[in-house]
């Protein structure tokens, strides 16, 4: 089986191969144009992705060495997303189904994200996610593919929002994230003790708070330039300490709380080195199984969505051609 899967949810525009044989190709064309804006801007998204579609979905296909008519279906996310992105994905993927006819797979993006962990491993059932990304911050119960329980999430900012609005305070570029990590290897994560919300409450996250700590906290410094020119790596590795912290000690709750043993890392935050590190030590403590992606598949890609839609291929969950684009996951259905 050979499916083709295609991104555009947010500001990437992503095309992959994913066959029998594992991943073919894997290609992103991802949008500079918000980074002056120091955030995504709808609109423009939409327009570029209308723009790059056809050019990124050619290219996944040269460099898998496959002829469109080949692909046994089409995997395109369905949401959660920015609406606009979602529809140029959508209006595309129902356009090269129909004139083919191959049939389409619409996919969560969220559970792509948990699935990338399947790109180049096999996680065992039952297993805990913690999904990690710009919207959102959820702990997964996956019992058997594609069946989720949610044990719990963010009531307010994703930890990703949470970096790059923090990185935004600190005046780092778009998306900080990285640049977060990154000065944080260079930095003291004892430097200040930043809150570390909601410890009382099992699963559920909320990060809004800290951003507005680290905004009061540089208030309160008499010079703050010259406060941050000599300690920026210090606040990012305190604030890098105060989010994976919580999000360990949640993660920690989950595998404690359900006895399961196999642990999952999703979505661009898996990307961390301190997260990536902690969970190393958790799993050993624990005695778990620890799955993270490739870095490459943490951040958005169309190879999450072409796995997805392959694993769901298997299982005959097809769309039909009236397969409507959902904003958030609460809208699913809808
Ligand atoms: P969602 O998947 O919830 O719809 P999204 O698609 O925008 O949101 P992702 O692409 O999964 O999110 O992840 C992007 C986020 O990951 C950004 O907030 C970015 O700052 C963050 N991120 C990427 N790399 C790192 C890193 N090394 N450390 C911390 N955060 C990171
Ligand atoms: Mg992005
Ligand atoms: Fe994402």
Request: net charge negative; with cysteine; hydrophobic share 40%.
């Amino acid at each position: 089986m050979k499916i083709l899967g295609i991104e555009s949810s947010c500001d990437e525009t992503a095309a992959a191969v994913y066959d029998n044989n594992g991943l073919q190709s894997n290609i992103i064309a991802s949008q500079a144009v918000h980074e002056q804006y120091g955030g995504v801007v709808p609109e423009l998204a939409s327009r570029a992705h209308h723009k790059t579609i056809w050019r990124t979905v050619r290219q996944a296909l040269d460099e898998a060495d496959i002829q469109l008519d080949a692909i046994d279906a089409v995997a395109v996310t369905q949401g959660p997303g920015l609406m606009g992105s979602l529809l140029v994905g959508l209006c595309f993927t129902k356009g090269l189904c129909l004139s083919r006819n191959i049939p389409l797979v619409g996919v969560n993006h969220m559970d792509a994200h948990i699935y990338a962990n399947f790109i180049d491993n096999q996680p065992e059932y039952p297993f805990i996610s913690l999904t990690v990304s710009g919207g959102h911050t959820q702990l997964v119960h996956v019992k058997a593919p594609f069946e989720h329980a949610l044990l719990g999430q963010t009531r307010d900012d994703a930890a990703g929002e949470a970096f790059d609005k923090i990185g935004k305070i600190l005046g780092l570029p778009y998306p900080a994230g990285p640049v977060i990590d990154e000065r944080s290897q260079h930095g003291d994560t004892q430097f200040h003790d930043f809150p570390q919300a909601m410890l009382d409450n099992d699963f559920e996250f909320s990060f809004s708070g800290l951003k507005t700590s680290v905004m009061y906290y540089l208030q309160d410094q008499k010079d703050e330039e010259e406060f941050l020119s000599e300690h920026l790596n210090d606040i990012c590795a305190s604030v890098s300490y105060a989010i994976t912290e919580v999000l360990i000690k949640k993660l920690r709750n989950a595998i404690e709380h359900t006895g399961v043993k196999t642990i999952v890392l999703a979505g661009g935050v898996s990307a961390n080195s301190m997260l990536r590190k902690k969970a190393r030590d958790l799993a050993a403590e624990e005695d778990c199984e620890l799955y993270i992606p490739k870095l490459a598949y943490c951040t958005d890609n169309a190879a999450m969505i072409a796995i997805t839609g392959y694993m769901m291929a298997q299982r005959k969950m097809f769309a039909g051609m009236n397969l409507k684009p959902f904003a958030n996951l609460n809208a699913i259905n809808k």
